[in-house]
C-alpha cells in the first residue's frame, strides 16, 4: 500500500502482528526521532488520515483500547515507495484533534517504544527523501553520534538504495576507501560503506556485521580488492573490538582476519 502513496506523505504505519490491518499515512511525524531515557517518545502523526486498529483506539482514548500495540513504521519516498521501515511498541494513542494540513486529515498523537530510531538520523531520511543523498563525504562534518545516526540510515534503507542493481558487484572489483576522514571506528563504517556501495551505502557498522556482509548479498562478495587509502591514519584512531555492542569498536588487526579470511585483497597505502 505504501507504494502508491506519494502527496506529501511520508510515514505509513502497519501492525505489525497482521499485515492486513494498515493504520494509514502520516505526511509528518515530530518526535519520532527524540526519546526519554527508558526509550519511550511521544510522537505527533501530523495530517494523518487512520485506518484500521489506529482508527478504532480514537474512540477510546484514555482507555485501555487506545493501545494498538507493535508496528511497522514505513519511511516513504516523494513517490510514496517505501525506503526502509523501524519496529515499534506499545503504540497508544493519547489524543487526537482536526489537521491543519487537509480537511479530513488529523493530528494523532501516539505514545510508542522504540531503541532503532537514532537522534539525528532524521535529515539522513530527508536527504534519501528527496534525492539528495547522491555525492560520497556528506557525512564528514559529523560528530561521534551522527556517524552512528548516519549509519543506523545506510543500514534500514540498504535494499532501498540498491533496488535497481545486482545484489552484489561482479567479482575482482577494485574499491577504494579513503582513511583520512576515518576519525573513529564509526567513521571506518561511513567509509567502507561509502566505497562499496556509494553515497550512503552501508557494508556493516561492526566486526560481525562486515563478516555477514562479506558472506554476500550487501553490494559485493569476495574475491575484491579494498585500496585502503591513508590507512596509517585510520589505525591510529580505531579502538579496540566489542563484538557484543552494535556500537563496537574495529580493531585493525580483527579487521584485516576477517578481510583475508574471505578471500579480500586489502592494500595498505
Not at 531520511?125 to 549509519?151: F, P, V
Not at 591513508?230 to 580505531?238: E, P
Request: aromatic share 10%; hydrophobic share 40%.
Amino acid at each position: 500500500m505504501a507504494g502508491s502513496a506519494g502527496g506529501g506523505r511520508k510515514y505509513a504505519l502497519t501492525s505489525d502482528e497482521d499485515e492486513s490491518d494498515f493504520w494509514g499515512f502520516a505526511q509528518e511525524a515530530r518526535g519520532l526521532f527524540t526519546s526519554s531515557e527508558d526509550g519511550l517518545r511521544q510522537v505527533e502523526l501530523l495530517g494523518c488520515l487512520p485506518q484500521g486498529t489506529l482508527l478504532k483506539c480514537i474512540d477510546h482514548l484514555g482507555g485501555r483500547r487506545a493501545s494498538a500495540g507493535s508496528a511497522d513504521v514505513a519511511f516513504l519516498d516523494a513517490q510514496g515507495v517505501e525506503m526502509g521501515s523501524y519496529f515499534v511498541t506499545g503504540v497508544t494513542v493519547t489524543a487526537a484533534a482536526p489537521s491543519l494540513h487537509g480537511e479530513g486529515l488529523l493530528d494523532v498523537t501516539v505514545r510508542l517504544w522504540c531503541d532503532q530510531l537514532l537522534p539525528g538520523s532524521a535529515w539522513v531520511w530527508e536527504l534519501l527523501r528527496t534525492g539528495r543523498l547522491s555525492r560520497k563525504g556528506l557525512w564528514h562534518s559529523l560528530d561521534a553520534e551522527g556517524r552512528i545516526a548516519w549509519l543506523s540510515v545506510a543500514l534500514w534503507s540498504r535494499r532501498y538504495q540498491r533496488r535497481e542493481r545486482p545484489e552484489d558487484t561482479a567479482p575482482g572489483q577494485v574499491f577504494t576507501l579513503d582513511g583520512r576522514q576515518v576519525l573513529d571506528a564509526a567513521g571506518f563504517y561511513c567509509a567502507l560503506g561509502e566505497a562499496i556501495n556509494g553515497p550512503g551505502g552501508y557494508f556493516g557498522w561492526n566486526l560481525a556485521a562486515v563478516d555477514d556482509c562479506l558472506r554476500g548479498g550487501f553490494g559485493a562478495a569476495p574475491p575484491f580488492t579494498l585500496a585502503w587509502e591513508n590507512s596509517d591514519i585510520a589505525r591510529s584512531r580505531m579502538v579496540g573490538d566489542r563484538a557484543s555492542d552494535r556500537r563496537a569498536g574495529a580493531d585493525f588487526g580483527v579487521l584485516q582476519e576477517i578481510f583475508a579470511d574471505h578471500g579480500v585483497d586489502v592494500l595498505l597505502r
